[in-house]
């Protein structure tokens, strides 16, 4: 059934124009080297004001202010404004209008969901938020409320065909004829009115744009038509042409075909459209050659749509014989699926990328509208029975009418050098359909996915290649990375659908874009529209937050191949089987039944051209992508050992700092310690001076002075609390170590400290001692009757509360005991005598008054004691009992001028 497929012809020629001796061949032309366009001189033809020549572009500007106005007269504060808004507009990196579709007379009555609000923006409600007068929406995932979105320009369902192509197409259409490349797509929800904005309606005056191109351009470039001797090939090259360029190509669709139409009551025939008349000025200077090719990208895949045009098509129908009467009838439909390639980049060597092309794809040079509108009939044709046979209720497959034009100068007729190719494609995208919404199953949903996922690659990276190429080459390298850290390149190609691809030279490149977008606010497809009008507005193209920029691999899907895994990748061709019922006379009853097997397979790679999977991978793009890839990781490794560095630096920093710190807080806490031990000493002193002046009480010089030191009553209480200091911690043991322990912690030495409990001791025994004793007995004190009667004194005097403890029971006690334990190395002739005690009562009967006797109790105790170890040791002794040297050598001195002390300094000295 299904018969070889002849190689392509393109392929053929490809083969026959590589070795081309001539340099014309391989040279090629940049369409940026175009010359700078010229002023426009020549009016647009204006059939009623023939006389008022303007810019055409400028003719329906509704934004220009009027030519009636006076010149002389200053633009208001509002055209400025609106000029500055224009520019703006224009500055965008696309051009994005929106066309709202009119409510048809047999769609249901409904309040349009969007509205525009001006020339520029429009408001969209949520139907469900306004009384939920529509209960058949399903739920709204679009941000609730209304939104108002911006465009280049909003035309309101009443715009005219004309209009609309006046003001979006044109521009374009002046742009190819002076050598620049341009694209236009339309993009919207199926039933928005697409189809209609390209190829028009079948009402006379409503011819979409891409019939009104065709008339502009042959319009413009009336009787400047070159000889055809070169035509363009991939995407920038020029190579000579053969005479089947030159030929009108056959429009003549097989018997059998028709007859499936004309069972089908599809309508082959096009309307006749009546032709625009506008003509854009061009420079007279050159000559035009004009080229059409037709694609389409169905299920992820390029065809060629007028592939039947010139008869030796790869699209074959068989009929496999006549069918019996009421038997089947078999068609198999069969067509290549054709590669991009990428273009050389010898191609045009100045560009950044040079995009790619699709290999194969035929174009015919025409040299008139008419022709030209003849071979996209023929393009719709096919497209329509694929569609059909397809069972595809609406436009399933993007399709693609890419018109070339050659200028070269009149006299460089010969020198294919300094021939300019530009480029206009126009796409009419499928409708994008949420597969959720319409119930898609099996090969529907695969081609609902493949629909919606050229549209959101095409949508999401548009933005991304025309503004960053850079960050995309870095978003596909987080992508495409593979095992061993290197991008796989094949991993990179997944990533871009093909109708992407087909036009990424134009978003990279310096090429206007214009994107149309269509909507029909009277549908249900809300949700739908409102994320085609989210991606399409201007607020969304020209939004810069990073975070909420669009990522090509977040919309990235698995290709066919993927999806259907080694079903698909050992077979390429894609097969599927549609049974048409013809002939159906009376209702219901089916003369015949045709099975048709379309058949639609990839390329056939050619040995010859082996190459071309190398070419496919040394994309320019690629290896770009793979030397921003090294570099930055370069970047990385040098910013990671100068960090690296810095570290250890500021490490070794920190750590000479922090020792300098530690030295610094160590002398500060030994100045403090020394300074502690001072102030330690000096308070030592200090309460030795007091001992000493108050023991001195019955000398009045002594008396004085110590008044006039110490006066206060303070004083005295922190010296006693001294002394009762010098016990032990444990007040209610009578343990006579912790005596000895609890004085030795603050004496400088053991020996000072028995000398002063000696002393104590023996001064102690004959005199009571004022001193609360911190020493508790249970034991019965052993006491003289002069002790009792001394404690009864002091008693009756002072009603000294704490002598109801008994202390000096309990002290007389210690004492006793250290008496057992200590030897005292004090001479015995130190020791105090009975004599000595008695005296010293004596002497503190005789002061002036009862307190003061009270107060000098105590320091005489510490005073006496003191003096002992001054007199009985030496100044080093007493320096090792803590009491300074000084001090030893002025109670010396005092002692000496103290005649109650005489007795025992001579007992002392001797
Ligand atoms: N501006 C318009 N004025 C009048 N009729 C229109 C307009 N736009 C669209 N229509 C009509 O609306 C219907 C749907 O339009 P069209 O087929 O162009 O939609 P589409 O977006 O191309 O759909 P699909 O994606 O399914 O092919 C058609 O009948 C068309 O004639």
């Known amino acids: 059934m299904a018969s070889k497929a002849a190689p392509t012809r393109a392929s053929s020629r490809a083969k026959v124009a590589a070795p081309a001796k001539t340099p014309a061949a391989t040279r090629t032309t940049r369409t940026r080297a175009a010359s700078k366009q010229p002023e426009d001189p020549a009016p647009a033809p204006a059939p009623k004001k023939p006389t008022s020549r303007k810019p055409l572009e400028k003719r329906d500007n509704v934004d220009v202010p009027s030519s009636s106005k006076p010149r002389s007269k200053p633009p208001s504060a509002k055209a400025i404004k609106q000029a500055v808004l224009q520019s703006d507009r224009e500055s965008e990196p696309i051009q994005a209008y929106l066309r709202i579709r009119p409510q048809l007379g047999d769609e249901p009555s409904n309040s349009p969901y969007l509205v ?9 409600t949520d139907p469900q938020d306004t009384q939920n007068t529509r209960p058949q929406y399903r739920a709204s995932v679009a941000q609730p409320g209304s939104s108002i979105y911006t465009f280049s320009h909003v035309f309101p369902p009443n715009t005219t065909q004309h209009d609309f192509f006046t003001k979006t197409t044109l521009p374009l259409v002046k742009d190819v004829l002076y050598g620049q490349s341009g694209l236009l797509f339309t993009y919207g929800v199926t039933n928005s009115g697409k189809t209609y904005t390209v190829q028009g309606g079948n009402e006379k005056g409503t011819g979409g744009i891409l019939p009104r191109t065709l008339d502009v351009i042959f319009n413009s470039i009336e009787g400047l038509h070159g000889d055809g001797k070169y035509r363009p090939v991939r995407l920038y090259g020029v190579e000579p042409s053969d005479e089947f360029d030159s030929s009108p190509p056959r429009i003549d669709p097989e018997p059998d075909l028709a007859e499936v139409f004309q069972s089908l009551n599809v309508d082959g025939a096009e309307p006749e459209f009546d032709a625009d008349q506008t003509s854009v000025p061009v420079d007279r200077n050159y000559e035009y050659t004009v080229w059409l090719s037709y694609a389409e990208v169905y299920n992820e895949k390029v065809y060629d749509l007028l592939a039947d045009a010139k008869g030796d098509s790869d699209t074959q129908i068989h009929v496999d014989g006549p069918a019996p009467r ?44 008419s022709q030209a509108k003849a071979l ?20 399933r497959s993007h399709g693609m009418v890419i018109i070339k034009i050659i200028r070269g100068h009149r006299g460089e007729r010969n020198d294919p050098t300094a021939l300019q190719v530009s480029r206009l494609t126009l796409v009419d995208l499928a409708g994008s359909e949420r ?8 090969e529907r949903l695969k081609e609902a996915g493949n629909i919606n996922k050229s549209l959101m690659v095409l949508g999401q990276c548009m933005e991304v290649m025309r503004s960053n190429q850079r960050k995309l080459a870095m978003s596909l390298a987080h992508e495409g990375t593979g095992k061993a850290g290197r991008m796989d390149t094949r991993d990179v190609k997944r990533t871009l659908a093909v109708l992407t691809e087909s036009l990424m030279d134009y978003f990279v490149g310096e090429s206007r874009v214009t994107m149309i977008v269509n909507i029909n606010p009277y549908d249900t497809g809300y949700d739908e529209n409102s994320h085609v009008m989210k991606f399409a507005s201007s607020r969304e193209r020209n939004h810069n937050d990073p975070r909420r920029r669009p990522r090509c691999h977040k919309f990235a899907e698995p290709g066919p191949a993927r999806l259907k895994g080694p079903e698909v990748a050992p077979n390429p061709a894609f097969r599927r089987k549609v049974t048409i019922s013809m002939g159906g006379g009376e209702k219901g009853r089916v003369v015949s039944q045709t099975v048709l097997d379309i058949v639609e397979e990839d390329e056939v790679k050619d040995d010859e051209n082996g190459d071309e999977e190398d070419d496919e991978y040394s994309n320019p793009l690629i290896d770009a992508l793979f030397d921003e890839i090294e570099n930055l990781r370069l970047l990385l490794f040098e910013s990671e050992m100068r960090a690296a560095v810095i570290e250890a630096e500021t490490r070794e920093e920190v750590m000479l700092e922090m020792e300098e710190r530690m030295k610094m807080m160590e002398q500060k806490y030994s100045r403090r310690l020394m300074s502690e031990m001072e102030r330690n000493e000096m308070k030592t002193d200090a309460k030795i001076d007091m001992l000493h002046q108050a023991g001195l009480f019955s000398s009045p010089m002594k008396v004085r002075t110590a008044k006039h030191t110490y006066s206060s009553e303070d004083e005295e209480e922190d010296v006693e609390m ?39 001791k023996q001064f102690r025994s004959p005199t009571k001692s004022p001193v609360k004793s911190p020493f508790k007995s249970p034991a019965t004190p052993k006491r003289t009757d002069d002790e009792d009667d001394e404690d009864e004194d002091a008693l009756d005097e002072d009603e000294d509360p704490m002598e109801e403890e008994d202390d000096d029971d309990d002290y007389n006690e210690d004492e006793s005991e250290e008496e057992d334990d200590w030897t005292p190395p004090l001479p015995s002739s130190a020791k105090k005598t009975p004599a000595k005690s008695a005296k010293s009562a004596a002497l503190a009967k005789q002061t002036p008054t009862q307190s003061t006797a009270k107060k000098s109790r105590l320091p005489k105790l510490a005073n006496d004691l003191d003096d002992l170890a001054i007199k009985s040791a030496s100044p080093s002794v007493a320096s090792m009992s803590g009491i300074p040297k000084k001090k030893v050598m002025r109670k010396s001195a005092l002692d000496d001028s103290d005649e109650e002390e005489d007795e025992g300094a001579a007992v002392a000295r001797a």
């Open 722 to 760: 001294s002394l009762v200091e010098y016990g032990p911690e444990e007040s209610d043991s009578d343990d006579a170590m912790n005596l000895s322990e609890g004085t030795r912690s603050r004496s400088a030495s053991p020996l000072a400290r028995k000398e002063k409990m000696n002393a104590a």
């Open 376 to 395: 996209v009939k023929l393009g719709n044709l096919h497209r329509r029975v694929f569609g059909t046979l397809a069972n595809r209720e609406s436009s």
């Open 435 to 442: 597969t959720k919404h319409t119930h898609t199953t099996g």
């Open 116 to 124: 525009p609000i001006s020339n520029t923006a429009v408001k969209m």
């Open 326 to 369: 009421g038997a089947n009838k078999s068609l198999l439909l069969s067509r290549k699926a054709l590669t991009l390639r990428p273009s050389p980049a010898s191609d045009n060597p100045d560009a950044e990328i040079n995009g790619k092309y699709v290999s194969g794809l035929r174009q015919f040079r025409i040299q008139s509208a």
